[in-house]
């Protein structure tokens, strides 16, 4: 082990360093083994607290904020006061108390070789301090889990888990490992306080039998109001000590105010992707700066992410404290795609299909928690295609029939079943074909064909298991489905999920199920029924909606929206070349790229630059008229022979100039008439 300094603290402090665990490889792999077998246990037991977030599949932070956020909203509703306190736990790794840890794991059940290998995998744990180039002796970690490790995520947050069961009925707890925050609310703040006195009272004893320690100073309380009248402020004690009342407090990264205006986080996030803005303005010369999708990847990932995070929740502040965020998000795609400083929002938007911060914050869907499977088994289901070698667009459909009826007489012991997808611009249905029935339904409109197809797999499972187990072999034309089933990232797929956990449930009672690929529309009778009764199906199935296909579906109405906004703006010079969002490709040579877009937005430096300077307008000396894009390409008389020379007509549009593939002689052209570099 090593001693590493916590981010942010004083470098001088010796109190600001931690050990963390240097692992072999190796070893990472079989904590990684042990780690996913006890979280299993965990999990399909209910050992975990429900309002435990921290490191579980399917929830995040945003679960607590959510939480804390409701409970707010619900009280400032019923006019209603709302405490909360956020709690600290000093070193709180490096406290945990090994026996308590031991005990934890014996209370649920767990006995023999895995509650060991934890044991031994917390005792004697050394460690040593480097300064410069001179190494300390070791010394002995005696309590605390090593940080770094993979199974002491896990293990902490079993001995903290206790500390949710210590609160009374009327107050509210949750925790994100360490990061916890209790809450009360309601009319009386004499009421408010006993029970918040309590709660901490027993959390205090609880943390002091277990080995765990609460910093006063940084466990900060706020009590959320909107009242105009005067009303005393909460008076709760820890270790003996006032909790400071503080007007707001930052919790997972978003920073509430008692008010739940989300001014001040609005305001510190802004000052923080200004400077984060500042690394994108060093990469976006206009003539050697980097690519538009390398430019676009850097917004992304350190200013786009900063501000998606938590959105859900700041989202609900008013409009004339969101707007605050735009200019950075305006700024954004006019550095990537080089347009002048002038250009239209609208038409930057548009140019690098980025929608606003408004749309982004409407798509922003919630993850659902996640199943899990038994680590110890193999559940990758394995699907047979005897048609592998063949190429589709080359082979006649006799030929495919042919194969089939040859995989029939070898599988002929196995009862086939047909199941087929399909998915029209008004409904998505799917349907299985049996030997002596058929079923077909209906499913929500927004299901994808995948999930249409998938469905109709796991009902013909159904349907199988309520039969005396036989040799079954079901046959879909969707390769997709199939290979979801033996895809390592299958978890993501509840449905796929179903699926494996029903085959299992059907082998053990002696069912033996195959599964099989077949092309379709090839003549093969089952599979054309199962799409004919797909497409004519009536009855609905109430069944629910996958995450996924929920927030495709909300994207594409969203992107309709954006869509139909985009073609009124008819005044708009882009809209005239760029009629439909699409991601149009780059140019390799930025300086070319940035001439291009500000060509086809109609801003350049040339044609602008007066509303910047508070100038008059430039003048064309030949025409006397304005000077705009199209007058300088398409309608100025005395450019009429650079015009024949390079585009070989004297009428063209500038969508024949601008558009996706861009005239090969635009730049010659530009060059020609001396406007390449005023540009």
């Not at 010796?14 to 190796?26: D, E, S």
């Not at 995520?153 to 903290?160: A, D, E, G």
Request: hydrophobic fraction near 40%; proline fraction near 5%.
């Amino acid at each position: 082990m090593k001693k590493e300094r916590i981010s942010g603290k004083e470098p001088s402090n010796p109190c600001n360093y931690r050990p963390i665990a240097l692992t072999n490889c190796m070893c990472k792999i079989l904590e990684k083994m042990a780690n996913k077998r006890l979280v299993y246990y965990l999990e399909t037991n209910g050992f975990f607290s429900p309002f435990q977030s921290g490191f579980r599949q399917g929830r995040s932070t945003i679960d607590n904020l959510l939480a804390l956020e409701t409970e707010i909203r619900n009280a400032f509703i019923r006019r209603q006061h709302a405490v909360a306190i956020f709690f600290d736990i000093e070193k709180a790794y490096d406290r945990a108390w090994r026996c308590g840890i031991l005990r934890d794991l014996y209370n649920c059940n767990l006995r023999g070789n895995l509650p060991i290998f934890i044991q031994n995998f917390l005792k004697l744990r050394q460690f040593r301090v480097r300064i410069g180039n001179q190494l300390s002796d070791y010394f002995v970690q005696e309590e605390g889990v090593p940080q770094g490790s993979v199974l002491s995520v896990t293990i902490f947050t079993l001995k903290l888990n206790g500390i949710l069961q210590q609160l009374p009925l009327s107050v509210k707890g949750f925790l994100y490992v360490d990061d916890l925050y209790i809450s009360c609310t309601g009319d009386n703040m004499a009421f408010i306080e006993r029970q918040l006195q309590l709660a901490v009272n027993k959390i205090h004893q609880w943390s002091a039998f277990n080995g765990f320690t609460f910093s006063t100073a940084k466990t900060p309380c706020v009590h959320f109001c909107r009242k105009r009248r005067l009303h005393p402020e909460p008076e709760i004690k820890l270790e003996g000590q006032l909790i400071n009342v503080v007007s707001e407090v930052k919790f997972l990264g978003v920073i509430f105010d008692k008010k739940l205006t989300f001014h001040p986080h609005v305001m510190r996030l802004r000052k923080k992707l200004d400077k984060a803005l500042n690394i994108l303005k060093v990469l976006s010369n206009t003539s050697w700066r980097a690519s538009r999708t390398s430019l676009h990847r850097v917004y992304r990932a350190s200013i786009l992410s900063k501000m998606d995070y938590g959105c859900v929740i700041y989202g609900s502040a008013r409009q004339s404290v969101l707007k605050k965020l735009d200019p950075i998000h305006h700024s954004a795609p006019r550095l990537c795609s080089g347009a002048f400083r002038a250009s239209p929002v609208e038409s930057l938007y548009f140019e690098c299909c980025e929608p606003s911060l408004d749309y982004r914050r409407t798509i922003q869907v919630v993850p659902t928690i996640k199943y899990h499977l038994t680590p110890w088994n193999s559940h990758g289901l394995n699907f047979l295609n005897p048609f592998k070698t063949f190429d589709i667009a080359n082979t006649a459909p006799e030929i495919y029939q042919q194969l089939f009826a040859d995989h029939r007489e070898v599988y002929q012991n196995f009862t086939p079943i047909f199941t087929d997808g399909s998915k029209c611009s008004s409904c998505t249905s799917f349907a299985c074909v049996f030997i002596n029935s058929t079923l077909s339904f209906q499913l929500h409109p927004s299901c994808s064909i995948f999930t249409a197809e998938i469905t109709a797999i796991l009902h013909a499972l159904s349907q199988i298991s309520s039969g005396p187990p036989d040799n079954y072999i079901i046959y879909s034309d969707s390769l997709s489905a199939l290979e979801s089933m033996t895809s390592l990232n299958r978890l993501i797929l509840p449905l796929t999920f179903n699926i494996l956990e029903l085959h299992d449930r059907l082998t053990t009672k002696g069912f033996t199920i195959l599964f099989c690929w077949i092309p379709s529309h090839v003549g093969i009778a089952g599979n054309e029924l199962a799409d004919n009764l797909a497409r004519s199906a009536t009855n609905s199935l109430n069944s629910p909606v996958p995450v996924n296909d929920v927030k495709k579906y909300v994207k594409s109405i969203l992107h309709s929206k954006w869509q139909a906004l985009w073609d009124l703006k008819t005044t708009n010079k882009l809209q005239s070349i760029k009629r439909l969002i699409d991601c149009w490709p780059s140019l390799p040579i930025r300086k070319l790229d940035t001439v291009l877009t500000r060509l086809r937005i109609g801003h350049t430096r040339f044609t602008h630059r007066h509303l910047l300077l508070a100038e008059p307008a430039p003048l064309c000396t030949a025409c006397q008229c304005q000077m705009t894009v199209l007058h300088i390409l398409i309608e100025c008389q005395q450019f009429n022979l650079q015009r024949i020379l390079c585009f070989h007509s004297s009428c063209i549009t500038l969508r024949d100039i601008l558009h996706k593939d861009h005239h090969p002689q635009l730049f010659t052209f530009l060059r020609t008439i001396g406007f390449y570099s005023l540009i």
